[in-house]
C-alpha cells in the first residue's frame, strides 16, 4: 500500500539516516489535499447517514459507539459458542 501512495506521489519515503533499516514517511501536498477531499466525502456521507438524528442524539450514538468498540478492544477473546 505504501508502494501505491508513493506510486501516485501522495507520500514522499526518505532513508532513516540514524536507522538505514526504516523509511521516513511524509504527506505531500498532493497527499494532503487528497485526505481533505476525503475528509470531505466522509463528513457528507456521514450526514447522510445520520440525518435522522439532531446533534445530542449524534454525540449520543458516538459515546455509545465508543464504549462498544472500547470493550471489545480491551475484553478478552472467547471462542463463539455453537448455538
Known amino acids: 500500500m505504501l508502494n501505491e501512495l508513493a506510486e501516485q506521489g501522495l507520500v514522499d519515503r526518505t532513508v532513516d539516516p540514524a536507522n538505514r533499516r ?3 514517511v511524509t504527506l505531500t501536498s498532493a ?3 487528497r485526505l481533505v477531499e476525503l475528509d470531505r466525502l466522509l463528513a457528507g456521507l456521514q450526514d447522510e447517514l445520520l440525518a435522522p438524528l439532531d446533534a445530542d442524539e449524534r ?3 458516538v459515546a455509545l459507539l465508543g464504549r462498544v468498540v472500547e470493550h ?3 475484553a478478552p477473546r472467547t471462542q463463539p ?3
Open 59 to 61: 454525540t449520543q450514538l
Open 72 to 74: 471489545h478492544r480491551t
Open 22 to 24: 526504516r523509511n521516513i
Open 31 to 33: 497527499g494532503t489535499a
Open 81 to 83: 459458542s455453537n448455538l
